[in-house]
């Protein structure tokens, strides 16, 4: 279907707010297959809307924003129109590419739970994994995979270990935000006041064996889709190689991040593999 002017400017609004929020994501997207970044891009802003209003805007009055930024979402889908142009993107995205409703609900469901939630047990920590991350990585899986469902059928569940690795990765590095300014606690059974080697092995093999399944997903992936996710992922198996190498007392007191000339240098590397038929 033939873009609009107004579906044009709202997908270049969700490129804005994704190269605006996240160097690493949007260089990540560029390298996709220039057919998938419109929808890649909206799918980001709308997630990144969410997360301001549970992230963010701690002196308004946040629950009642999130409901009606729900009701606009479900509004917008079944319209085929917003007047909020990253919504108007979403939409665009989620009707145009099958987005299930099943993972937009997960993913605000998760937002809902920031909100209330400060800890987690095993049940609500699973939960607020797939919703949080899992979830959209399938909204981006069904991009990837469009017309072909037996491919999304086969690598849902690499995507879904790849969502968990980042999120947990994310956590990992937010600990002082999460912990110290919003009093949240994602690991089930943690206590960030004595977080001990053990309790950081522990989730540390957790998240290496979830990139290790993830990978064999990614090889799945068509090449326009599979340089961009593969570079994503060395960019968080970077990051997670920075934390594995901290001692646990210390993990709290800094925000990790990759510098962007290693950014560059990964960047190479995974052209450099996919060029050869490495990846």
């Known amino acids: 279907m033939k873009l609009t002017l107004y579906d044009t400017i709202a997908l270049r609004c969700s490129r804005e707010?994704?190269?605006?929020?996240?160097?690493?994501?949007?260089?990540?997207?560029?390298?996709?297959?220039a057919a998938h970044r419109p929808a890649i891009y909206a799918i980001y802003g709308f997630v990144r809307l969410a997360d301001e209003i549970v992230d963010t805007f701690f002196d308004?009055?946040?629950?009642?924003?999130?409901?009606?930024?729900?009701?606009?979402?479900?509004?917008?889908?079944?319209?085929?129109?917003?007047?909020?142009?990253?919504?108007h993107s979403f939409q665009w995205a989620v009707n145009t590419y099958n987005i299930d409703r099943e993972f937009i609900d997960a993913f605000l469901y998760s937002m809902e739970m920031d909100l209330e939630q400060k800890r987690h047990d095993e049940k609500s920590y699973g939960q607020y994994i797939y919703g949080s991350a899992e979830a959209v990585g399938l909204m981006c899986l069904r991009v990837f995979c469009h017309g072909e469902p037996h491919r999304f059928a086969?690598?849902?569940?690499?995507?879904?270990?790849?969502?968990?690795?980042?999120?947990?990765?994310?956590?990992?590095?937010?600990?002082?935000?999460?912990?110290?300014?919003?009093?949240?606690v994602y690991f089930p059974g943690v206590d960030f006041g004595n977080f001990t080697s053990a309790d950081k092995k522990l989730i540390e093999e957790d998240i290496a064996s979830e990139f290790s399944a993830a990978l064999e997903g990614i090889?799945?992936?068509?090449?326009?889709?599979?340089?961009?996710?593969?570079?994503a992922y060395s960019y968080y198996?970077?990051?997670?190689?920075?934390?594995?190498?901290?001692?646990?007392?210390?993990?709290?007191?800094?925000?990790?991040?990759?510098?962007?000339?290693?950014?560059?240098?990964?960047?190479?590397?995974?052209?450099?593999?996919?060029?050869t038929g490495l990846i």
């Open 17 to 33: 707010v994704t190269t605006g929020y996240s160097t690493s994501f949007s260089l990540g997207i560029r390298t996709l297959a």
């Open 60 to 87: 308004r009055k946040q629950r009642e924003m999130l409901e009606k930024f729900r009701n606009d979402t479900a509004e917008a889908i079944t319209d085929g129109v917003s007047s909020n142009p990253v919504l």
């Open 154 to 184: 086969e690598l849902r569940e690499p995507a879904r270990k790849l969502g968990s690795a980042f999120q947990k990765v994310n956590f990992l590095r937010d600990i002082g935000s999460d912990y110290t300014d919003r009093g949240r």
């Open 219 to 231: 090889r799945g992936l068509d090449r326009g889709s599979r340089r961009g996710v593969y570079l």
């Open 237 to 275: 198996l970077a990051l997670f190689s920075k934390i594995r190498k901290t001692p646990p007392e210390a993990v709290a007191g800094q925000r990790f991040r990759i510098s962007d000339g290693r950014k560059m240098l990964l960047l190479v590397k995974v052209i450099l593999k996919s060029i």
